[in-house]
């Protein structure tokens, strides 16, 4: 609950608008110049995904032009009493209504003063300068709550309110499950979703239906579905059934999806240390998975039958996903495959290859051991990273690996993308030896020096820690220096009139005048007597 003394009554909504929005609104209105705007009744602005977008605006509040806004205000009503969150949202009681805001892609929440709102984020123009765009900023009387976005996609489902004024957040979609309560049986949600699927089609590829399924797998995307599959030794181009037919492959997913579940919070502070193959060009693998990797590269040219064949086994280390077994004849699973007479499946394991069966920590992840290439799948929608070519002489139980063009990565940075990467929250600047925090980069209150100089840093190459930036070509340094007349201009335009640095002077090819020299009998004349 906030705390005594916070006036939390909503004020009003201030939402950044698209390019396409920002044609439809005078030259001098706060759209147009780039800057967050407050909307009104009368909005109709959607946000979400292409198939499910909401209004920004509640919508039983919502006028229409001709009527004009309301007056006053139904939002003026509201008043943040409470907060609650899943991992995907943000809940927000304000009494006559519940807001659950869903982060989807590059969503951030910042909470500061409004006067720091007012005189810096709703200021600053958000192309080029701000970078962050506010989603959604709830405007209270001496404070602001922002969603900050990379790209404007989030998920607002309004609540319409009871009939005692109180609404309820069971008004509200059912949130994904909670991972981390003792209530929870992913085993038995798994075991449970295995049977309701046996009749189904499962010829689609078994990584794209987990991120699909988010009441079985909660938290899966695009970062964590590749790493999953690596740490399981699976194939990227695996369909459902091929995965969730076989006790051994299912056994391994559900020890990965674990794994990430029960990281400490220091590790997942560093989910860049332990992202083995997402956008990666290369990565160090222990020397026997590193063995059964070549042994699918070199795979003979003549067709087999991948769900038959065990000739050609799956690359996992147990080493990785050292958290536990799953061989209690009481599980769930097993109880499942018992049922389904598939216990003596093949396991797609290489014989007599695991001894001992988990490595030391310094033969399992030590920074001496070579890399390997990391080969991306472009799909239709996503890419897919994998440290295995798909080899194209196999046939499954369905041509889903034809609809996939299998690429060598070229030309990455060798650096790792990370769900952190992007984040619209305060921004650091040195002046002198000391940090000054801003809540927002290109903060019209820094001073003209620093501010220019922290947006050349931002708009220089990226450089690796330790290692030095490479000179810029004159073509470069040119190109910068009209990225900072540009920037100027907008700034100017958002209402920041800044003087950009001037010039040096140039040099005058006129030679400057020499020294005469003095003969040795003029400088004993001039020399001083005591």
Known sequence: APEAGIKLQLLGIDIDATEAEETKFPKDHPASLGLPYQIDSTCTVKRGTNLSQGPVYPPMWHTTKAAGPADPDPLTTLELKDLSYTYRSLILDLGALHLSIQWLTHTSALFCSRSDYESTIKFVHKKGVRRARVGLALVFEDHVLVFLSSDLVFQVPDQTPSQNGRSSRSDLPPPPPDFYSPKWSFLADLAKWIRKRVNCDRSGLACEVMRANNETFPGIGVYTVVELFFLAGLSMQLTEAEVFTNPSRTARIALAYLQ??????????????????????????????????????????????????????????????????????????????????????????????????????????????????????????????????????????????????????????????????????????????????????????????????????????????????????????ASLHDEIEEYGKVCQESGRAMVMEKNEPEKSNAQKPKKKRLSADQRLALMPIN
């Not at 400490?264 to 063995?291: G, I």
């Not at 290859?353 to 992840?365: I, M, Q, R, T, V």
């Not at 921004?427 to 501010?451: K, Q, T, W």
Request: one cysteine or more.
């Open 260 to 477: 990430f579940l029960h990281r400490s919070e220091p590790q997942r502070l560093k989910y860049l240390d332990w992202l083995h193959v997402y956008a990666k060009d290369r990565t160090r693998l222990p020397e026997r998975m590193a063995f059964l990797a070549k042994i699918v590269e070199l795979s003979a040219e003549d067709l087999w039958i991948r769900d038959e064949n065990t000739t050609l086994y799956d690359v996992f280390e147990p080493s990785l996903v050292s958290v536990g077994t799953l061989s209690d004849e009481s599980d769930p699973l097993t109880v499942l495959y018992a049922d389904e007479e598939l216990l003596d499946s093949p396991t797609f394991l290489r014989p007599k290859h695991y001894s001992p069966l988990f490595l030391a920590s310094s033969d399992a992840s030590s920074l001496s051991l070579p890399r390997r290439h990391v080969y991306t799948y472009r799909g239709a929608k996503k890419q897919l990273w994998s440290i295995t070519p798909f080899p194209t002489n196999s046939q499954g139980c369905s041509d889903t690996h034809d609809k996939i063009v299998p690429t060598e990565i070229t030309g990455v940075p060798r650096r790792c993308y990370w769900t952190l990467e992007y984040c619209g929250n305060a921004h650091l600047v040195r002046i002198g030896s000391s940090d000054v925090v801003v809540p927002c980069y290109g903060d019209p209150n820094l001073p003209e020096y620093y501010a220019i100089r922290d947006l050349k840093n931002r708009m220089l190459p990226p450089v690796l820690p330790g290692a030095r930036r490479a000179v810029l070509t004159s073509e470069e340094a």
